[in-house]
């Protein structure tokens, strides 16, 4: 009797232990949240040559038109910019249309005159384009700024100090859900505005606009775009 007691406890204990093992083995067989993926990395350490190289993977390179290179940058390299007719053209990829998903793109920069309207650091698209737009630029205050338009309207953001210091600084846009955040050497801003979705047919264009104009005047190195 004690035996077939035992016998029973066993396989209830048994079967509990199996019970719990699989819910274990579910809860690790959960999918972890889903991770950005880097789109576009630019070291801009080229030292000769039109071509601005995608470290990403994602094969979307930029051709430079009067664009100095192998300056010294924020890390490695860096590309220099003339004011008045310097711009890189990545032609338009998928990978750089980022819906309705989360995005974020870094640059650094170094300068020392303000611009009369506004230097245009990287964009995607015109207020004019279909489908969208986005961009950051530093305007005619010296302070940085960030700007998403799309399917449910236009959010945009300047605020940190004025930057013309001759020093690096790094300037990163993030759009997250009706979210837009603009943060300068590490301080942040946000403030809340539904975007929407992006997603268009233009070039990306890093120091002026994709039709020329509002050329950037300084020093550039690192820029990176991530979506998700």
Known sequence: MALATNRSKLLVEGGLATILAAG???????????????RALWHMDETSGNVMHDSSGQGNNGTLTNVQVGLAGWSGGGFGFNGSSSIVKVPSASSLNPGSSPFTWTTHVKFTQIPKDDYDLVRKGLSTTSGGHWKSEVLNTGKAFCEVRGSSGTTHLTNGPTLNNGAWHTITCTRNGSTLTLTVDGKSYSTTHASGTVSNSAPLTIGAKTSNGDYFNGTMDEVQLSIG
């Open 24 to 38: 274990a083995v579910g809860l690790l067989a959960q999918p972890a949240a889903a991770a950005s993926t880097v």
